[in-house]
T-cell receptor
Framework: AQSVSQHNHHVILSEAASLELGCNYSYGGTVNLFWYVQYPGQHLQLLLKYFSGDPLVKGIKGFEAEFIKSKFSFNLRKPSVQWSDTAEYFCAVILNSGNTPLVFGKGTRLSVIA | NAGVTQTPKFRVLKTGQSMTLLCAQDMNHEYMYWYRQDPGMGLRLIHYSVGEGTTAKGEVPDGYNVSRLKKQNFLLGLESAAPSQTSVYFC?????????????FGSGTRLTVV
């Protein structure tokens, strides 16, 4: 069965620090990958997604992620975080065919302090 | 265009009470899903449906039942609520075969069982 691992449960950064959140998945077939964000008290929002092509994908709010197929990884990055990036971040994977449900990691809580 | 609408948004139940959560989508999506979100656990799939009249179990189906009598609606039922079912419930819908492109989430239902 597919699984998604997010290695960091809680990350605390100062404003302007760089961010990298790890995500690894277990499925060896063709997958599509997503990062979602959930701001405090809000519902899920899509940050970015990878389907094919350039393995470096750019999303909203300055986030980017790199798909490394050989490492089964899809790490999220941002060069300089802001206080407003405080949120929970979820990595998710789905088969390329899209006929099975989206599988989520356990999430990483990011706290950005001034 | 509302997308995916969940009702109610908040609910407090006493142990042993029953209730039904409603998910409605107006995008003519074939697939619908119910997830629960708990701290440190990410989103876990409860049940899903690949079409009107069909349902399937997800990762954590115990204590829940679902029905998909109409394509646009997916109901999640708790027959006898338990404190362990205190959670935030998210509904989602998608188009099959699109690799998650059309995955759309509702805004969630926060359920507390006392």
């Amino acid at each position: 069965a597919q699984s998604v691992s997010q290695h960091n449960h809680h990350v605390i950064l100062s404003e302007a620090a760089s961010l990298e959140l790890g995500c690894n998945y277990s499925y060896g077939g063709t997958v599509n990958l997503f990062w979602y964000v959930q701001y405090p008290g809000q519902h899920l929002q899509l940050l970015l997604k990878y389907f094919s092509g350039d393995p470096l994908v750019k999303g909203i709010k300055g986030f980017e992620a790199e798909f490394i197929k050989s490492k089964f990884s899809f790490n999220l990055r941002k060069p300089s975080v802001q206080w407003s990036d405080t949120a929970e971040y979820f990595c998710a994977v789905i088969l390329n065919s899209g006929n099975t449900p989206l599988v989520f990691g356990k999430g990483t809580r990011l706290s950005v302090i001034a | 265009n509302a997308g995916v609408t969940q009702t109610p948004k908040f609910r407090v139940l006493k142990t042993g009470q029953s209730m039904t959560l409603l998910c409605a989508q107006d995008m003519n999506h074939e697939y619908m899903y119910w997830y629960r979100q708990d701290p440190g656990m990410g989103l876990r799939l409860i049940h899903y449906s690949v079409g009107e009249g069909t349902t399937a179990k997800g990762e954590v189906p115990d204590g829940y039942n679902v029905s998909r009598l109409k394509k646009q609606n997916f109901l999640l039922g708790l027959e006898s609520a338990a404190p362990s079912q205190t959670s935030v419930y998210f509904c989602a819908s998608s188009v099959p075969g699109t690799g998650g492109r059309g995955y759309t989430f509702g805004s969630g239902t926060r359920l507390t069982v006392v």
